[in-house]
């Protein structure tokens, strides 16, 4: 089974802090995302990447950076986290091509105080 | 612009049928459909695309109206395990490299 691991579960940070998110995956899949998920909104794409140092703005990019230094792991960066990044950050990746649905981590619930 | 989702919610009996339905206002390339249980990741149901015949199996199905660029999920004969908030997730151009959009998701209840 494919398996997209987040390093933390959940997150307490100060507000003004750079925050990192870090997300693996063990099957070679070329394509991985960062969405945030609240309540009632759905999820909204961040960023996402389909090749190593390879970067495209999603929906809501505004406040936030990534980092893809390795094929097996994507960086989510809050330059200086704010309170209305409080959110449940999920990554995701897919081998490239149309069949492929997404595999999701469990997620980093990160709240900024 | 995110997809609408119709219903937001609905509850069942188990045993009963329900249809999820999953709106895009731009022309659509593909939709996922994911099911995610309260404080779980979201799992891949499937996909349909373009072009592509109707997916799914007796139980969990969904088809893809190209004209009215519209996808719906059909859940026959609703089990309990059934319940969780289901997403639709939209592409507009092939090659599987843009991300989905996704819907604010419907949440589905089975009651026994």
């Known amino acids: 089974d494919v398996k997209v691991t987040q390093s933390s579960r959940y997150l307490v940070k100060r507000t003004g802090e750079k925050v990192f998110l870090e997300c693996v995956q063990d099957?070679?899949?070329?394509?991985m995302f960062w969405y945030r998920q609240d309540p009632g909104l759905g999820l909204r794409l961040i960023y996402f990447?389909?090749?190593?140092?390879?970067?495209e703005k999603g929906d809501i990019p505004e406040g936030y950076s990534v980092s893809r230094e390795k094929k097996e792991r994507f960086s989510l960066i809050l330059e200086s986290a704010s309170t209305n990044q409080t959110s449940m950050y999920l990554c995701?990746?897919?081998?490239?091509?149309?069949?492929?649905?997404?595999?999701f981590g469990s997620g980093t619930r990160l709240t900024v105080v | 612009q995110q997809p609408v989702q119709s219903p937001q919610a609905v509850i069942l009996r188990e045993g009963e049928d329900a249809v999820i339905n999953c709106s895009s206002s731009?022309?659509?390339?593909?939709v996922h459909w994911y099911r995610q249980k309260h404080g779980e990741a979201p799992v891949f149901l499937m996909i349909?695309?373009?072009?592509?015949e109707q997916k799914g199996h007796e139980k969990i199905s969904a088809s893809f109206n190209e004209k009215k660029q519209q996808s719906s999920l059909y859940l026959t004969a609703s089990q309990l395990s059934y319940s969780g908030t289901y997403f639709c997730?939209?592409?507009?151009?092939?090659?599987?490299?843009?991300?989905?959009?996704f819907g604010k998701g419907t949440h589905l209840i089975i009651q026994p």
């Open positions: 349909l695309l373009k072009g592509g």
């Open positions: 997730g939209t592409g507009y151009s092939g090659g599987g490299a843009d991300g989905l959009t």
């Open positions: 731009k022309a659509l390339y593909s």
């Open positions: 099957m070679d899949h070329e394509n």
């Open positions: 995701a990746s897919t081998l490239l091509g149309d069949n492929y649905g997404y595999t």
């Open positions: 990447s389909y090749d190593v140092k390879m970067k």
